[in-house]
Each structure stands twice: as C-alpha cells, then as structure tokens.
C-alpha cells in the first residue's frame, strides 16, 4: 500500500537534516544531506506504517496543513509498504540450481554450505554493501 504524509524537515548546523512526521507519531529520523533525509523519511514511514499494519491498528490520516518553523520546511514523503517488505523479508526462498557433479562432489566433502555459499556469491555479484544477516 502506499501512503502520502508530510514531514518536516529541519537543517541543522551540523550539516544534516533532522526529519518529523508529526501524524506518525515518534516516527523520527535524520539524514546526512537532503537525499538521505528524504529516502530515511520514506523507510522510516514505512516502517512505522507496517508495523500498524501488521498490528491492526488505525492507520493516521495525513494532516492537510502542516507548518514548519523556519529555517525548518515541509515536504511531502511517500511510504511503499509492499516495497518495504519486499526489500526487508529476510524468510528463505526455495530454489533449484544445477552444478556440474564433479564440483557437487568437492563441495560436498569439503563440507561447504550451499545456501550460505550461493548468498555470499550473490551478495558479492550485486555489489550489495549493507550484508544482510545470513
């Protein structure tokens, strides 16, 4: 599902972004420029909205009027939580590979974890930085 809210975001003097999004309450994040602040309002909002999902808790309408105190501003950030799932289901997936049978064989008494080896090789292929816990 996806969800439109306000946020208010705030520079600070460290050079970051404070960011709010006050129908979603405790739902706090920062950035270290105002790409990042954007894309952590995003997942954080995401976040928060899955979690009432999941709970079946009412989910916030977003406010109409939301005012920023200067130098803070508002911008709209938008919640994917189809996406946000997908991104973070660590649940295991069956699939069926084919190797040749010499390899199987070496790998086989070599004790290695298929599953384990095929992530890491994945991992690596797809140049993913943040590893996910295997």
């Not at 894309?39 to 109409?64: F, G, H, K, T």
């Not at 997908?86 to 649940?91: A, F, G, I, L, Q």
Request: proline share 7%; glycine share 4%.
């Amino acid at each position: 599902m996806k969800y439109v809210y306000p946020a208010i975001f705030t520079f600070l003097p460290s050079g970051e972004y404070d960011v709010r999004i006050p129908d979603l309450p405790g739902c706090i994040t920062f950035g270290h420029n105002l790409a990042d602040a954007i894309e952590m309002a995003e997942d954080a909002a995401a976040m928060w909205l899955c979690y009432a999902e999941d709970s079946r808790e009412n989910i916030p309408v977003p406010s109409e009027k939301i005012v920023a105190v200067p130098p803070g501003f508002v911008n709209f950030v938008v919640a994917d939580t189809d996406k946000y799932r997908r991104e973070n289901d660590s649940r295991s997936v069956k699939k069926t590979l084919t190797i040749p049978g010499w390899l199987n064989s070496k790998a086989e008494k070599a004790g290695i974890n298929f599953s384990q080896t095929l992530q890491h090789a994945l991992i690596k292929q797809l140049d993913i930085f943040e590893e996910k816990q295997l």
